[in-house]
């Protein structure tokens, strides 16, 4: 019996080790496979970024003939609305 209970010690113990290993190599892996997650999302940002700054262009000038009438409309409003806010005449007094 006692040689059965030091059996168990033993193979308890290094089950124990192993575990402790594997989580040592879990935590490791983990880490560093967090940290390659955020820089790979970081440089998908830039990315994303320039390819936005390539292509939003081209889509506002796709776009143009559609908003055409709005944009003219705006800006008939913004032009009558500047041409009547002209800055008040102040009397000269002598």
Not at 19 to 41: E, Q, W, Y
């Amino acid at each position: 019996m006692i040689e059965l209970m030091a059996l168990f010690l033993v193979v308890g113990g290094l089950w124990l080790v192993g575990s402790l290993i594997g989580l040592v190599f879990k935590i490791t892996f983990g880490l560093i496979g967090g940290l390659f997650s955020l820089l790979a999302g970081a440089l998908g940002i830039v990315i994303s970024g320039v390819v936005m700054l390539l292509v939003l262009p081209i889509i506002a000038l796709s776009l143009l003939p559609v908003l055409l009438p709005a944009l003219l409309l705006f800006g008939l409003i913004w032009t009558i609305v500047h041409l009547a806010r002209r800055p008040a005449v102040t009397p000269v007094t002598r």
